[in-house]
């Protein structure tokens, strides 16, 4: 399902930006996100943020993107 994705700034404790869609409630507050864009599936808005943010590494949320989520 196409949603608008958003990723941490702020790093998680393995050092990935953690990538959540508009409707989790997860999702962080305004100053500690960017905005991805609209997206198919979480694979292909890491795949973005990972083209328009080199050097940082990504990783799904639990919760809204269970199946990009690694750990
Ligand atoms: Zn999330």
């Known amino acids: ?3 608008i994705y958003y990723f941490n700034t702020i790093t998680d404790s ?5 990538v959540h869609t508009q409707e989790c409630i997860f999702l962080p507050s305004e100053g500690t996100r960017k905005r991805i864009g609209m997206e198919s599936n979480c694979q292909n ?3 973005s943020a990972r083209r328009e943010n080199p050097g940082k590494t ?3 949320c639990f919760y809204c993107s269970k199946e990009c989520h690694t750990g």
């Open 1 to 3: 399902m196409s949603a």
């Open 14 to 18: 393995k050092g990935n930006h953690e």
């Open 45 to 47: 808005a890491i795949a």
């Open 58 to 60: 990504f990783d799904g």
